[in-house]
């Protein structure tokens, strides 16, 4: 990623997941400004929250809150060869950054790989704390504290 990702950033799942565990929700909004979540990526969240991950719940007031009337649907239809090889949150981010001309905000390595192979600009949840920190928005130990939360509560891998 270079300085600052094309805009729109379309955040897929995992990433608003990361940052809502270390109440981050609203960092990640004052980082990226112009984030847009596709409608499926609002439905894993609530999936998740469904499922006992109520950290996720400040995901999805973000998304309604903040998001809500940017939230897109991708231009091209399911069942593309993207949607046979990534989950549907994946796949319409990857695709609406596409059709948008913006960025794809994703840690999922498939979809950094096609979003690449597609000239896609692609960030992720580290590349966006070390935008925070270089912009001033987060110090270098509160990104070290969350990156620590998200490998050792969430299962982070990088």
Known sequence: MGPTP?????????????????????????????????????????????HGHSYLESAIRYVDDELGSASVQPGLPAGSTVHDRLDEGEADALLAAGDRGGTLASDDLAARRLAQDRGIPVTGSVGILALG???????????????????VQRGYYT
């Open 133 to 151: 920190v270089t912009e001033g928005v987060l110090s270098i130990d509160t990104a070290d504290d969350w990156l620590q939360t998200w490998r």
């Open 6 to 50: 094309a805009d729109p950033v379309f955040v897929d799942t995992t990433v608003l997941s990361n940052y809502a565990s270390t109440d981050g929700t609203a960092t990640l909004h004052e980082i990226l400004g112009s984030a847009v979540v596709v409608p499926s990526v609002r439905r894993e969240l609530t999936q998740g929250a469904n």
